[in-house]
């Protein structure tokens, strides 16, 4: 069969596209395509990656791999749903219309804990667990964490224990990598190290209540799944499901992913994975670089390694710059990015007084741009931290330019979209009391204690739905709680299917929505986004999963004005913008005590993921790329030191030895920093001479 399809790749894309492929190759046992060693791709930043994976998924498609045998694991839903739509196009060119038939087929692509919860249910009876375990997001786990702290006296102790969304950070840093208590008290949280007794009594009780409850938090859909594959027979019967793995942005996987994958596929045979070291970013999330640093090593003979160093998206002058920050790291794989895209001129290194003049310059080369035609959504502005960007957001305001600044809310943060999903998980789950005091609690009158009665009650019921018309009704809600006691067996009974129950929910929560909140219409649009959301599933259990693991954005947690503007500039942190690009992109504080953060300079790790920060940033860049050097900057609520402004320099990334790549400039240009009052002017008042009179 013709390959052509694989005509407009570069060699290097090309190679790993048809690595294990390659005729004579030892086929897979279904008789489909190649079940080659093991494959690590270094895809640098701009070089096709996505598309690349994509036409590797093609080709093992066309070769004839069965899709059903085929796990694709991205970081996100919406990732794997592109990676699809990717793979369908492709495999039109040689298949036609069969191609949307073969990866309609791909029923195992999505994100690691996505995929963890859907096969933890099919062997839950292998691993003592209940199938019809529920899902806690980050809030509910929060919120269930502090019940606890309650429960074991921690909250009234004279010295203030940590904050409940503390005590899970520090829970899920020491599950995710992977290591002691103390030492990650030590490592990211040592003004809690003398409570490490205390948290340890609290995790210990937090399982438990877990456990009772039924339910899973975000990490134990990884944990659970990592327990299970640690038992050689399980591991085996799950690696003997599919003949390819494949694993997009493997920099930033932690170690418990990087045991499951291995225990998947220990051999290494059909194993694929994707990623960046230079891009390895988020070790506030327990991720570690060491996992793809040391991915070849783990197999014998070792992995087979191919980098895609062509640059699709920025000019050279850009990437040369990015080049040679990056290889100051002391570690990686080594790459050097080049592209065919000539420049006009490097980046700049521009120099301002303050945060002030750093926002005045970057407002007016974004309209200078916008007026030679560069939109201003093709324009970015990138941070290490959300507050950086205060000073420029109200110079945007004043000159009324609309911008959109990333990170908002998500569905699940909406107390409107968590009180009704909320009451479908009580449906699915009456023992999970976190949801249950949240669903009791919508009823007018009931406040905790009667919410705790009720719960007590059913908890401790066989069946606790049968045994709901029986539990002591609270005394004020009148006719709300037969309302609400018809709406729990309308849904248990789930005669109504699916997604009519999500209907009949709205329905009922209407009447609590008016009265609970002022803007309700508003609130109402998110919850009929929700309905149609809900269309897309065939079931209420795999709804509740996906929207939990991987929540789309809210529409009524945006900023309404810009998103009236046809054009917005867009704001962002760099955790954020990866795997984004823009034409012209602004990096705000440049500068030490900001890039690397003051917070990030205390271990050589921590530094060096700072350093691949400043790269990200930079590697967004199509055509213009400015770093911003504040000479005084504001510190904004640092630990034991407040807020204060500060004297900078610039970044230690960038040494006097790579100068020559950027062009420097200092902003305002001479006889441009305004009117300056006339040497002879006298001043109005003498206040000096009226203080010294006051004490004689």
Same mark, same amino acid.
């Given at each position: 069969?013709?390959?052509?399809?694989?005509?407009?790749?570069?060699?290097?894309?090309?190679?790993?596209?048809?690595?294990?492929?390659?005729?004579?190759?030892?086929?897979?046992?279904?008789?489909?395509?190649?079940?080659?060693?093991?494959?690590?791709?270094?895809?640098?930043?701009?070089?096709?990656?996505?598309?690349?994976?994509?036409?590797?998924?093609?080709?093992?498609?066309?070769?004839?791999?069965?899709?059903?045998?085929?796990?694709?694991?991205?970081?996100?839903?919406?990732?794997?749903?592109?990676?699809?739509?990717?793979?369908?196009?492709?495999?039109?060119?040689?298949?036609?219309?069969?191609?949307?038939?073969?990866?309609?087929?791909?029923?195992?692509?999505?994100?690691?804990?996505?995929?963890?919860?859907?096969?933890?249910?099919?062997?839950?009876?292998?691993?003592?667990?209940?199938?019809?375990?529920?899902?806690?997001?980050?809030?509910?786990?929060?919120?269930?964490?502090?019940?606890?702290?309650?429960?074991?006296?921690?909250?009234?102790?004279?010295?203030?224990?940590?904050?409940?969304?503390?005590?899970?950070?520090?829970?899920?840093?020491?599950?995710?990598?992977?290591?002691?208590?103390?030492?990650?008290?030590?490592?990211?949280?040592?003004?809690?190290?003398?409570?490490?007794?205390?948290?340890?009594?609290?995790?210990?009780?937090?399982?438990?209540?877990?456990?009772?409850?039924?339910?899973?938090?975000?990490?134990?859909?990884?944990?659970?799944?990592?327990?299970?594959?640690?038992?050689?027979?399980?591991?085996?019967?799950?690696?003997?499901?599919?003949?390819?793995?494949?694993?997009?942005?493997?920099?930033?996987?932690?170690?418990?992913?990087?045991?499951?994958?291995?225990?998947?596929?220990?051999?290494?045979?059909?194993?694929?994975?994707?990623?960046?070291?230079?891009?390895?970013?988020?070790?506030?999330?327990?991720?570690?670089?060491? /996992?793809?640093?040391?991915?070849?090593?783990?197999?014998?003979?070792?992995?087979?390694?191919?980098?895609?160093?062509?640059?699709?998206?920025?000019?050279?002058?850009?990437?040369?710059?990015?080049?040679?920050?990056?290889?100051?790291?002391?570690?990686?794989?080594?790459?050097?990015?080049?592209?065919?895209?000539?420049?006009?001129?490097?980046?700049?290194?521009?120099?301002?007084?303050?945060?002030?003049?750093?926002?005045?310059?970057?407002?007016?080369?974004?309209?200078?741009?916008?007026?030679?035609?560069?939109?201003?959504?093709? #324009?970015?502005?990138?941070?290490?931290?959300?507050?950086?960007?205060?000073?420029?957001?109200?110079?945007?305001?004043?000159?009324?330019?609309?911008?959109?600044?990333?990170?908002?809310?998500?569905?699940?943060?909406?107390?409107?979209?968590?009180?009704?999903?909320?009451?479908?998980?009580?449906?699915?789950?009456?023992?999970?009391?976190?949801?249950?005091?949240?669903?009791?609690?919508?009823?007018?009158?009931?406040?905790?204690?009667?919410? #705790?009665?009720?719960?007590?009650?059913?908890?401790?019921?066989?069946? @606790?739905?049968?045994?709901? @018309?029986?539990?002591?009704?609270?005394?004020?809600?009148?006719?709300?709680?037969?309302?609400?006691?018809?709406?729990?067996?309308?849904?248990?009974?789930?005669?109504?299917?699916?997604?009519?129950?999500?209907?009949?929910?709205?329905?009922?929560?209407?009447?609590?929505?008016?009265?609970?909140?002022?803007?309700?219409?508003?609130?109402?649009?998110?919850?009929?986004?929700?309905?149609?959301?809900?269309?897309?599933?065939?079931?209420?259990?795999?709804?509740?999963?996906?929207?939990?693991?991987?929540?789309?954005?809210?529409?009524?947690?945006?900023?309404?004005?810009?998103?009236?503007?046809?054009?917005?500039?867009?704001?962002?942190?760099?955790?954020?913008?990866?795997?984004?690009?823009?034409?012209?992109?602004?990096?705000? /504080?440049?500068?030490?005590?900001?890039? @690397?953060?003051?917070?990030?300079?205390?271990?050589?790790?921590?530094?060096?993921?700072?350093?691949?920060?400043?790269?990200?940033?930079?590697?967004?860049?199509?055509?213009?790329?400015?770093?911003?050097?504040?000479?005084?900057?504001?510190?904004?609520?640092?630990?034991?030191?407040?807020?204060?402004?500060?004297?900078?320099?610039?970044?230690?990334?960038?040494?006097?030895?790579?100068?020559?790549?950027?062009?420097?400039?200092?902003? @305002?240009?001479?006889?441009?920093?305004?009117?300056?009052?006339?040497?002879?002017?006298?001043?109005?008042?003498?206040?000096?001479?009226?203080?010294?009179?006051?004490?004689?």
């Amino acid at each position: 069969m013709s390959a052509a399809y694989l005509d407009a790749l570069n060699p290097n894309q090309r190679r790993a596209v048809e690595h294990g492929t390659e005729v004579g190759a030892d086929r897979a046992a279904g008789g489909g395509a190649a079940a080659a060693g093991p494959l690590l791709v270094i895809a640098g930043a701009g070089s096709g990656k996505t598309n690349t994976l994509a036409h590797r998924v093609a080709h093992l498609i066309v070769g004839g791999a069965d899709p059903r045998r085929i796990l694709l694991m991205t970081f996100s839903r919406r990732a794997a749903g592109e990676m699809a739509r990717r793979v369908e196009r492709i495999g039109r060119k040689v298949l036609g219309d069969k191609a949307a038939v073969l990866t309609d087929a791909m029923e195992w692509a999505g994100t690691f804990h996505g995929v963890g919860a859907r096969l933890l249910r099919e062997i839950a009876d292998q691993i003592g667990l209940d199938p019809r375990f529920t899902i806690h997001d980050r809030e509910d786990s929060a919120d269930l964490i502090n019940l606890i702290r309650h429960e074991l006296g921690y909250s009234k102790l004279d010295s203030r224990f940590p904050a409940k969304a503390t005590c899970l950070a520090i829970y899920s840093r020491c599950v995710n990598s992977q290591t002691a208590l103390e030492d990650v008290l030590h490592a990211a949280f040592p003004w809690c190290a003398t409570w490490a007794d205390e948290l340890r009594a609290l995790f210990g009780a937090y399982v438990e209540a877990k456990q009772a409850q039924t339910v899973l938090d975000y990490d134990d859909l990884l944990l659970y799944w990592a327990q299970a594959m640690a038992e050689p027979a399980i591991a085996a019967e799950i690696g003997a499901r599919f003949d390819h793995v494949l694993v997009d942005e493997y920099q930033d996987t932690n170690r418990l992913q990087a045991s499951i994958l291995l225990a998947l596929k220990p051999d290494g045979r059909g194993l694929t994975v994707v990623g960046d070291d230079a891009q390895s970013i988020y070790g506030f999330r327990a991720a570690t670089v060491r /996992n793809i640093l040391e991915f070849p090593a783990h197999f014998t003979p070792p992995a087979r390694v191919l980098t895609l160093d062509q640059n699709y998206r920025s000019t050279q002058p850009i990437l040369s710059a990015a080049n040679a920050v990056i290889d100051l790291a002391p570690e990686r794989f080594a790459k050097t990015l080049w592209t065919d895209r000539a420049a006009d001129g490097p980046p700049r290194l521009v120099t301002v007084r303050s945060e002030t003049d750093q926002a005045r310059y970057i407002v007016e080369q974004v309209l200078e741009r916008r007026e030679a035609g560069t939109a201003l959504k093709q #324009q970015a502005v990138l941070f290490r931290t959300s507050s950086h960007s205060a000073a420029l957001e109200l110079e945007l305001t004043r000159r009324n330019i609309p911008f959109v600044k990333f990170g908002g809310l998500k569905f699940l943060d909406a107390a409107h979209v968590k009180d009704l999903l909320a009451v479908l998980r009580f449906a699915e789950n009456p023992r999970d009391r976190v949801v249950g005091f949240r669903v009791m609690q919508l009823l007018p009158g009931v406040g905790p204690a009667s919410a #705790q009665r009720v719960m007590d009650h059913i908890g401790a019921a066989p069946s @606790p739905l049968a045994a709901m @018309p029986d539990a002591p009704a609270p005394a004020r809600t009148g006719g709300d709680w037969d309302g609400f006691l018809g709406l729990i067996a309308d849904l248990a009974g789930r005669e109504l299917g699916w997604p009519a129950e999500l209907e009949r929910v709205r329905q009922w929560y209407a009447p609590h929505l008016d009265r609970l909140h002022e803007d309700a219409e508003v609130r109402l649009g998110d919850l009929m986004q929700l309905e149609q959301i809900a269309a897309g599933y065939a079931t209420r259990e795999r709804f509740l999963t996906d929207l939990t693991l991987d929540p789309p954005d809210a529409t009524s947690d945006q900023a309404g004005v810009p998103l009236l503007d046809e054009d917005y500039l867009i704001l962002s942190t760099i955790h954020s913008a990866k795997g984004q690009e823009w034409s012209s992109v602004f990096v705000l /504080n440049a500068v030490d005590g900001c890039m @690397p953060s003051d917070l990030g300079t205390g271990q050589s790790a921590e530094l060096e993921e700072e350093r691949r920060l400043l790269y990200v940033a930079m590697t967004r860049a199509k055509d213009d790329l400015h770093l911003m050097l504040p000479q005084r900057f504001y510190v904004h609520g640092q630990p034991r030191m407040g807020d204060r402004h500060v004297y900078a320099q610039r970044t230690r990334f960038i040494p006097r030895s790579l100068l020559d790549l950027f062009e420097t400039v200092s902003w @305002p240009p001479a006889g441009q920093a305004g009117p300056a009052a006339p040497a002879s002017a006298a001043p109005r008042v003498d206040v000096g001479a009226k203080l010294k009179t006051m004490w004689r």
